[in-house]
């Protein structure tokens, strides 16, 4: 049984910064791509930023110089650095990972952004 479990969220001003972590726990082989989503209400999930077991970062256009993902791979941990923080950027953050062809999901943490 894999589990995601992600921490970190809550309430900041505009113009704060928040981490988020995930942490992976369970039977995993190797964690190939992992992904930082958020989803705010009424709106679709949307990728916020993918990291490989290389080291490659992607982000969304929107979150380019303000948001950092990394990876502890001894720790099986991911983060998320949300710095310069918006009120758009309100949101539950998902973590995932892919593994060979599995893809498994945290359950989500709020993140609020108050102006």
């Known amino acids: 049984q894999v589990q995601l479990v992600e921490s970190g969220g809550g309430l900041v001003q505009a113009g704060g910064s928040l981490r988020l972590s995930c942490a992976v726990s369970?039977?995993?082989?190797?964690?190939?791509?992992v992904g930082w989503y958020r989803q705010a209400p009424g709106k679709q999930r949307e990728v916020v930023a993918t990291?490989?077991?290389?080291?490659?970062?992607n982000y969304a256009d929107d979150v380019k110089g303000r948001f950092t993902i990394s990876r502890d791979n001894a720790k099986n941990t991911a983060y998320l650095q949300m710095n310069s923080l918006k009120p758009e950027d309100t949101a539950v953050y998902y973590c995932?990972?892919?593994?060979?062809?599995?893809?498994?999901w945290g359950q989500g943490t709020q993140v609020t952004v108050s102006s």
């Open positions: 369970g039977s995993i082989f190797r964690i190939n791509v």
């Open positions: 990291i490989t077991s290389g080291g490659t970062t």
């Open positions: 995932n990972v892919l593994s060979g062809t599995n893809l498994y």
